[in-house]
């Protein structure tokens, strides 16, 4: 089944305990990307990439990093987690970083982060 | 910068009712537009999508929506609404190399019996 996968799903930290979020779509897409949703806001872009070795910051990247070593996956690090990170996270993926942007974007299930 | 306003935070209708969802975008050029639905604790599933083919696109579910460029309009329509249609509906715009999906702070619809 093409799908998109998020691990944990739930997560509960404390502030400053460093985590990684993992993605990976088994869909052989170029494009990945992560967004945060909270109440009211809707969903931000965090980060994205086009491609192996190839990421860019989003709206909001600060207090995130990301790799893309390979190309099925796309993890999300907070090295240093604080309260306003707490959020709901998806990663998505598409098949082309070339074009226009009119590709899908497949969303995975999400997850739940609270920074305590 | 390109830009979504969803109108309404929350909409309510009856069983069998019209679902009007309302989405203006702003954009420069003639952008992609979107429309995902949340249910709950699910991630986002398409619903359909603009890409300049027609400007009245059929989705998943009996949804459609309209491209309306005069309007800068892209409203999502079903004729009539059942008890699984409730959820949160997103309109997003897409458009540049960087695929990024701007979203509108979405709506939540109630279906009442």
């Known amino acids: 089944e093409a799908q998109v996968t998020q691990n944990p799903r739930y997560l509960i930290t404390v502030t400053g305990k460093k985590l990684t979020v993992t993605c990976s779509q088994n869909m052989n897409h170029e494009y990945m990307s992560w967004y945060r949703q909270d109440p009211g806001l809707g969903l931000r872009q965090i980060y994205y990439s086009m491609n192996v070795e190839v990421t860019d910051k989003g709206d909001v990247p600060e207090g995130y990093k990301v790799s893309r070593k390979e190309k099925r996956n796309f993890p999300l690090i907070l090295e240093s987690p604080s309260p306003n990170q707490t959020s709901l996270y998806f990663c998505a993926s598409s098949l082309s970083a070339s074009g226009t942007g009119a590709d899908t974007q497949y969303f995975g299930p999400g997850t739940r982060l609270t920074v305590l | 910068a390109q830009s979504v306003t969803q109108l309404g935070s929350h909409v309510s209708v009856s069983e069998g009712a019209l679902v009007l969802l309302r989405c203006n975008y702003s954009?420069?050029?003639?952008?992609?537009l979107f429309w995902y639905v949340q249910y709950p604790n699910q991630g986002l599933q398409l619903l359909l999508k603009?890409?300049?083919?027609?400007?009245l696109v059929k989705g998943i579910n009996g949804f459609e929506a309209e491209f309306k460029k005069s309007e800068t309009s892209f409203h999502l329509t079903k004729p009539s609404a059942h008890m699984s249609d409730a959820a949160e509906y997103f309109c997003?715009?897409?458009?540049?190399?960087?695929?990024?999906?701007?979203f509108g702070k979405g709506t939540l619809l109630t279906v009442n019996p």
């Open positions: 603009y890409t300049s083919a027609a400007t």
């Open positions: 997003a715009v897409s458009r540049g190399s960087n695929y990024k999906l701007t």
């Open positions: 954009s420069s050029v003639p952008p992609y």
